[in-house]
C-alpha cells in the first residue's frame, strides 16, 4: 500500500487537498480493499443464492424428520438438525453454523494478516511511519479499517439472506437474519483483530495467518467437544466459536455471548495499539 499522501496537489492538481480516501490511514485501508471486499460480497450472495435455490427441493424429501432423528445427539445440537425442516433451519444448518463462520474467519484473517505484516514484508510500512501519526493512530486506523470490512461484508450477507427468504420462501425475518450476520460479524472481527495483532508484534505474515488460524480450530475443536464429552462441557463456553454459535446463530436471538466477542475484540485491540512502539521497523533490503 502506498503511504498517506504528503503532497495533496500533486495528488489532485487544482485543489490543496488529498483526494477523500487519501486523508486518512482508515479511509486508505477502507479504498485499498474495495474491490476484494465486492468480490468476497457478491460471492457470498452467490453461495446463499445457491443454498436457498436447493431448499424447494429439499422440503419435499419424504420422511425428513424421521430421518433427522436417527442422526447422532451431538450432530443434531451442533448443526440443530432437527430445525432443518424448515427454511430457516435449513439455511442456519447448511450456512451459518459452518461454512459461513470458516469464510468470516478467513477474510478478515487474511485482511488482519495483510493490513501490517503484509505491509511490513512489500516495504511500505515504513513510508507510513514517516507521517505525523503515531504508531498507535496508525493502528488503530486500521483496525476500525478491518472491522468495517467485517461489517460490511456482514451487510452483504443481510442483504443475501433477506433477499433470497422472500423470493423463495424460506420464512427468514429481518430480526432472525441480523441475529445470524451479527454473530458472524462478531466472530469474524475478533480473529481478525488477533491477526492483525500478532502481525503488528512480529512483522511476519505468515504468523499472523498460522496463530489466529490455529486459535480458530482449536476453539472449534472446544466447541464441538463440549458437544460430545460431558467434562469437557463447563469449559465450552470459553470458545468464541460457541458464543457466536450456539444460540442459532439464525432466530437465536441475541445472547449476552455476543457481548463476550465483543469484549475479546476490544482486548485484542488494546494489546495491539503499543505493539509497533517496542519494534524498530525498518525497509527490507
Not at 443454498?51 to 424428520?65: A, C, G, K, N, T
Request: a negative charge.
Amino acid at each position: 500500500m502506498a503511504g498517506l499522501s504528503t503532497t495533496p496537489p500533486a495528488l489532485d492538481p487544482g485543489t490543496t487537498r488529498a483526494p477523500l480516501f487519501l486523508r486518512s490511514v482508515y479511509l486508505k485501508s477502507l479504498r485499498d480493499h474495495r474491490h476484494g471486499l465486492l468480490g468476497w460480497s457478491a460471492g457470498l450472495a452467490l453461495l446463499v443464492l445457491t443454498e436457498s435455490l436447493i431448499w424447494p427441493s429439499f422440503r419435499d424429501v419424504p420422511d425428513l424428520e424421521r430421518l433427522f432423528a436417527q442422526y447422532p445427539d451431538y450432530l443434531q445440537r451442533l448443526f440443530d438438525v432437527s430445525a432443518m425442516t424448515s427454511g430457516r433451519g435449513f439455511i442456519n444448518a447448511e450456512l451459518y453454523t459452518l461454512l459461513l463462520p470458516a469464510l468470516f474467519l478467513v477474510h478478515a484473517i487474511g485482511r488482519g494478516a495483510r493490513l501490517v505484516a503484509g505491509e511490513e514484508e512489500s516495504g511500505t510500512l515504513d513510508v507510513l511511519l514517516v507521517t505525523p501519526l503515531s504508531t498507535r493512530r496508525i493502528l488503530l486506523e486500521k483496525a476500525l479499517a478491518l472491522v468495517s470490512t467485517v461489517l460490511l461484508l456482514g451487510l452483504a450477507l443481510y442483504v443475501a439472506t433477506l433477499g433470497c427468504s422472500w423470493a423463495i420462501g424460506l420464512g427468514i425475518g429481518p430480526v432472525d437474519t441480523l441475529e445470524g450476520c451479527l454473530a458472524m460479524v462478531l466472530l469474524g472481527s475478533e480473529f481478525g483483530l488477533l491477526a492483525l495483532g500478532v502481525g503488528a508484534a512480529t512483522g511476519r505474515r505468515s504468523l499472523a495467518v498460522a496463530v489466529p488460524a490455529a486459535a480458530a480450530v482449536a476453539a472449534y475443536v472446544l466447541y464441538v467437544a463440549g458437544l460430545v464429552v460431558e467434562g469437557v462441557d463447563p469449559w465450552q463456553h470459553l470458545s468464541p466459536m460457541e458464543q457466536a454459535l450456539a444460540s442459532g446463530p439464525l432466530g437465536g436471538g441475541l445472547p449476552l455471548d455476543f457481548l463476550w466477542l465483543a469484549l475479546g475484540s476490544l482486548l485484542l485491540l488494546l494489546l495491539t495499539l503499543p505493539a509497533l512502539d517496542r519494534r524498530d521497523i525498518a525497509a527490507p533490503g
